[in-house]
């Protein structure tokens, strides 16, 4: 789909977006507001505002409606802005807030300068509808896991416990140590661990498919023990362009796991993660963080490394160890996405391209 020059669009509008109902404001060539407009946050209400309007500069926020929008009225010729508001100071914490001046304040920074919106660009379709699957996988196992710990709960308050088995096996096997009073009430929980589970098999044989004939390129990430296909496949599907970076060191940013800065003169206090960017992701990479520096982890540069830094001590040493491990993981995802080279665990047999990523 072709885009406009930004140059030639003499509207800018800025579309504050509602769960049910929108607020545009129109401003022209020298800044004056032509127009207000309430738009219905549905297609039809899309396609009447936008659809017969001369080209136009549109700005609105990251949301859950903005992938479709953003589509939407970019099919109309229009150019499309969508603004981080985590960036963007006047919008995100704008003391006096309401639909139309948060509309108003997009279309006139879009109207000065683009960059100062800090626009973000959306995942193409095809990566947006996969990751739905494994968000709704997580969905699943939240909800199981949910309902597993109300089984254990009621259980003890009975006076009763049910021995520890994986959460996999545990609707079949918690049966036998549910007292007889008890099964009325937690016998249906039981099926329904027993359907989540069965469903989430499922989506696992989606996630195995997509990585062997939609991504093979996950292949190359399954080298790094620790990183099952669960992991493989959301990185490439977040990231989505293995040129995306040209310095590896922003990865880390761009998904939360850099300390957050607030230095000043001398003090420079020791502050969390910033937490941007795919939590799901930022959750695996730390989950395989976590094995890697486990009891259980094989013998890798990666574990030596971030083995040495737990060991350093100070407060909460091995939190940060395995944060900073998550980070230097994706780092090295990032490396072998890049290159076809086979990935070496340990720097004696690794070759100097993959020894450093390691």
Known sequence: ??????????????????DKRSVAIVLDAAGEVLEELKIATTRAGIHSAFSGRPASRVALEVGTHSPWMHEQIASYGHDVLVANPRRVRLIGQSRKKNDRIDAEALARLARMDPKLLAPIQHRKKQARMHLMIL????????????????VRHEVKVWGERIPSFSTPAFGKKARAHIPEDLRAALNPILDQI??????????????????????????????????????????????????????????????????????????APELRITKAG???????????AQYI?????PDTDLRRWGLELAGRGGKNAKKRAIVATA?????????????????????GEATSGSSEAA
């Open 1 to 18: 789909m072709k885009q406009i020059s930004t140059s030639h669009a003499s509207l800018t509008i800025g579309l504050d977006v509602g």
């Open 135 to 150: 968000r709704s996988r997580d969905c699943l196992v939240a909800s199981r896991t949910r309902l597993v710990n109300h």
């Open 194 to 267: 027993e359907t989540h589970t069965s469903m989430i098999r499922d989506y696992d044989k989606m996630v195995k498919h997509l990585c062997e004939q939609v991504y093979p390129e996950t292949s190359r990430l399954l080298q790094v023990p620790g990183v099952g296909p669960l992991t493989a496949l959301c990185f490439v599907l977040t990231l989505e362009d293995p040129r995306r970076f040209k310095k590896y060191r922003n990865i880390g940013a761009y998904l939360g796991l850099t300390p957050r800065q607030h230095e000043s003169g001398s003090s």
């Open 278 to 288: 795919d939590r799901t992701l930022r959750r695996l990479l730390v989950s395989c």
């Open 293 to 297: 520096l486990g009891p259980f982890g």
């Open 327 to 347: 980070r230097k993981l994706a780092t090295l995802l990032f490396v072998l996405w890049q290159s076809p080279k086979e990935y070496q665990r340990l720097r």
